[in-house]
T-cell receptor, first 116, second 113 residues
Framework: AQSVTQLGSHVSVSEGALVLLRCNYS??????LFWYVQYPNQGLQLLLK??????LVKGINGFEAEFKKSETSFHLTKPSAHMSDAAEYFC??????????????FGKGTKLSVKP | KAGVTQTPRYLIKTRGQQVTLSCSPI?????VSWYQQTPGQGLQFLFE???????NKGNFPGRFSGRQFSNSRSEMNVSTLELGDSALYLC????????????FGQGTRLTVV
């Protein structure tokens, strides 16, 4: 069965510093992986997705993630944090092979704080 | 292009009552999925409807049910509410085919007292 584990429920960085949010997956089939962001009292917004094409995926707002099969990881990074990046971030994997996003399995989430 | 609309945004119900939440997907989308978000359990998949048929179902009791209409709008119903049902309920719509993005609504915050 597919699952994702996010290491660190809270991450705090200074403005301008590197952002690194960790996600490891477990999948019995080639996974489709996603990162979503959630601002307070809002729904989820897709940041980026891995669908077995390029292993380095670029998303919105300067975020990117690298799929590493050998490490079963899909960590999210951003070179320079901005105050507006403060939010909760979720890693997700499709429950079914084929990439349909109708049934996603989410990690527990990582709250990112950005200090001025 | 209008986004995913969930109504109502906030709801307070008493234990034992039932509740119906509504989700209007993006025009042209045929898949609607529902998720429950709580601080303890995180985001959990409830069910997915595609062209009026339930395509996938999560591990929730039968008190949680849903349906989808011919215009793709979806409702979910929770009967005999329990305190633990207090959560943010999120709806997501997509075309329902592989490699198509799911768009989330802002959610309905349900509080059971």
């Amino acid at each position: 069965a597919q699952s994702v584990t996010q290491l660190g429920s809270h991450v705090s960085v200074s403005e301008g510093a590197l952002v690194l949010l960790r996600c490891n997956y477990s999948s019995s089939v080639p996974p489709y992986l996603f990162w979503y962001v959630q601002y307070p009292n809002q729904g989820l917004q897709l940041l980026l997705k891995y669908t077995s094409a390029a292993t380095l995926v670029k998303g919105i707002n300067g975020f990117e993630a690298e799929f590493k099969k050998s490490e079963t990881s899909f960590h999210l990074t951003k070179p320079s944090a901005h105050m507006s990046d403060a939010a909760e971030y979720f890693c997700a994997v499709t429950a079914n092979y084929g990439g349909s996003q109708g049934n996603l399995i989410f990690g527990k989430g990582t709250k990112l704080s950005v200090k001025p | 292009k209008a986004g995913v609309t969930q109504t109502p945004r906030y709801l307070i119900k008493t234990r034992g009552q039932q509740v119906t939440l509504s989700c209007s997907p993006i025009s042209g989308h045929r898949s609607v999925s529902w998720y429950q978000q709580t601080p303890g359990q995180g985001l959990q998949f409830l069910f997915e409807y595609f062209s009026e048929t339930q395509r996938n179902k999560g591990n929730f009791p039968g008190r949680f049910s849903g349906r989808q209409f011919s215009n793709s709008r979806s409702e979910m119903n929770v009967s005999t509410l329990e305190l633990g049902d207090s959560a943010l309920y999120l709806c997501a719509s997509s075309a329902g085919t592989p490699n198509t993005e799911a768009f989330f609504g802002q959610g309905t915050r349900l509080t059971v007292v």
